[in-house]
């Protein structure tokens, strides 16, 4: 019963930092801090790894948690592969490789869009409780990673939003030369400033004609290929 207990706080404070991670420059320290509690409650894992599936496609991203440093790449899991067999079975299991340096025991655990496989060097395979935790604690991980993804989304679409504000307010600092000879020489101007400064690949400059109820374009000047 002490075992499930430990679990159920592990399982819970692993939940806890999923909902708290603020920023993806603070997961590097969030994993360190749940691979350390996990290795001290739970079982002494060397290796952590998480594949968080993508629809309709055969590749993955998969995190490498343990050991440091942590990363990510895309990955397709070939046939044979324990994670492949738990994510096609839908139920844990246990897998082991020889090395050099002796056994390798593994427990990989299919969640509803990941797979989580935890590994380490030891004399024996994993006892029920400790299969039992290990299934516990493998949803709230994934939420973690998931929590760091759509930070990373979010953090980038925050700093496209900061780039264009900052490039318009350039529009509006009068360094721009817009003189010329003609109308349509200070329109190709306005154009080819908005072009360079907001990264749009087309630009367009419509003229209504305010007369007109339906607003009938009167002239137009773009960058678009006709």
Same mark, same amino acid.
């Not at 997961?27 to 290796?47: M, N, T, Y």
């Not at 350039?170 to 109308?183: E, I, M, Q, V």
């Not at 374009?217 to 006709?226: D, K, S, Y």
């Given at each position: 019963?002490?075992?499930?207990?430990?679990?159920?706080?592990?399982?819970?404070?692993?939940?806890?930092? $999923? *909902?708290? =991670?603020?920023?993806?420059?603070?997961?590097? !320290?969030?994993?360190?801090?749940?691979?350390?509690?996990? &290795? #001290?409650?739970?079982?002494?894992?060397?290796?952590?790894?998480?594949?968080?599936?993508?629809?309709?496609?055969?590749?993955?991203?998969?995190?490498?948690?343990?050991?440091?440093?942590?990363?990510?790449?895309? $990955? *397709?899991? =070939?046939?044979?592969?324990?994670?492949?067999? !738990?994510?096609?079975?839908?139920?844990?299991?246990?897998? &082991? #490789?020889?090395?050099?340096?002796?056994?390798?025991?593994?427990?990989?655990?299919?969640?509803?869009?990941?797979?989580?496989?935890?590994?380490?060097?030891?004399?024996?395979?994993?006892?029920?409780?400790?299969?039992?935790?290990?299934?516990?604690?493998?949803?709230?991980?994934? !939420?973690?990673?998931?929590?760091?993804a759509e930070l990373?989304?979010?953090?980038?679409?925050?700093?496209?939003?900061?780039?264009?504000?900052?490039?318009?307010?350039?529009?509006?600092?009068?360094?721009?030369?817009?003189?010329a000879d003609s109308?349509?020489?200070?329109?190709?101007?306005?154009?080819?400033?908005?072009?360079?400064?907001?990264?749009?690949?087309?630009?367009?400059?419509?003229?209504?004609?305010?007369?007109?109820?339906?607003?009938?374009?009167?002239?137009a000047w773009t960058?678009?290929?006709?």
């Amino acid at each position: 019963m002490e075992g499930r207990k430990d679990a159920r706080e592990v399982v819970e404070t692993i939940y806890a930092e $999923a *909902v708290g =991670l603020a920023s993806s420059s603070d997961f590097a !320290a969030c994993i360190e801090k749940l691979v350390a509690l996990i &290795q #001290d409650r739970v079982f002494p894992i060397e290796w952590l790894s998480i594949y968080l599936r993508k629809e309709n496609t055969a590749f993955h991203t998969h995190y490498y948690l343990l050991p440091p440093p942590i990363g990510r790449e895309s $990955a *397709v899991l =070939l046939d044979g592969r324990p994670e492949l067999s !738990a994510w096609r079975a839908r139920h844990a299991c246990i897998w &082991q #490789d020889q090395t050099e340096s002796g056994t390798r025991w593994g427990f990989s655990v299919p969640t509803g869009r990941a797979i989580i496989s935890y590994a380490a060097f030891c004399d024996e395979s994993y006892n029920a409780d400790q299969q039992r935790a290990l299934t516990a604690i493998a949803a709230p991980l994934e !939420a973690v990673v998931r929590r760091c993804a759509e930070l990373e989304v979010l953090e980038g679409l925050q700093a496209q939003v900061a780039t264009v504000d900052q490039n318009l307010m350039a529009l509006y600092d009068g360094s721009y030369d817009l003189s010329a000879d003609s109308p349509d020489e200070v329109l190709r101007k306005l154009i080819q400033m908005a072009t360079q400064q907001l990264s749009f690949d087309r630009a367009g400059i419509f003229l209504l004609d305010e007369k007109i109820r339906y607003c009938a374009v009167r002239w137009a000047w773009t960058t678009m290929e006709p």
